[in-house]
C-alpha cells in the first residue's frame, strides 16, 4: 500500500501560478504518477503523466503549454508547476501512482489500477 499526499492548492487570480505536490510515502522510481482533477459537478479527468523514469511526459490539451509535471525520486515526490491559470481550471487536483511498474495511465483505464491521494483544491478567481 501506498499513500499519497498532495499539497499547494489554493486560491489564486487568473493569470497566477501554483506548484502542487505530492508526496509518497515509498520509493517510487519504477512507477508512473499522474495528475487528474475533478471540477463540481464533472467528471474527473486527466491533467498531466510522468513516466516511472521521468523521460516522458503527456498533457491534456486543455493544460498544455501551462502546465508542467516533474519528479523527484530521491524525495518522493512529484511536482505539478501551474502557470496562466484560469478560472476553467478550478477543480480537487489529486494524485494517483500506478499500481503496476513501467505502465502508463491509460485513458479510461479502471481507477483501481492506482494508488489515489486525498486531492488538493484549486480555486481560480476571475
Known amino acids: 500500500q501506498v499513500q499519497l499526499v498532495e499539497s499547494g492548492g489554493g486560491l489564486v487570480q487568473a493569470g497566477g501560478s501554483l506548484r502542487l505536490s505530492c508526496a509518497a510515502s515509498?520509493?517510487?522510481?519504477?512507477?508512473?504518477v499522474g495528475w487528474f482533477r475533478q471540477a463540481p459537478g464533472k467528471e474527473r479527468e486527466f491533467a498531466a503523466q510522468?513516466?516511472?523514469?521521468?523521460?516522458?511526459?503527456s498533457y491534456a490539451d486543455s493544460v498544455q503549454g501551462r502546465f508542467t509535471i516533474s519528479r523527484d525520486n530521491a524525495k518522493t515526490t512529484v511536482y505539478l508547476q501551474m502557470s496562466s491559470l484560469k478560472p476553467e481550471d478550478t477543480a480537487v487536483y489529486y494524485c494517483?501512482?500506478?499500481?503496476?511498474?513501467?505502465?502508463?495511465?491509460?485513458?479510461?483505464?479502471?481507477?483501481?489500477?492506482?494508488?489515489w491521494g486525498q486531492g488538493t483544491q484549486v480555486t481560480v478567481s476571475s
Open positions: 515509498r520509493a517510487f522510481s519504477s512507477y508512473a
Open positions: 494517483a501512482q500506478k499500481k503496476n511498474k513501467y505502465s502508463d495511465f491509460v485513458a479510461g483505464e479502471p481507477r483501481d489500477l492506482a494508488y
Open positions: 510522468i513516466t516511472w523514469g521521468g523521460g516522458r511526459t
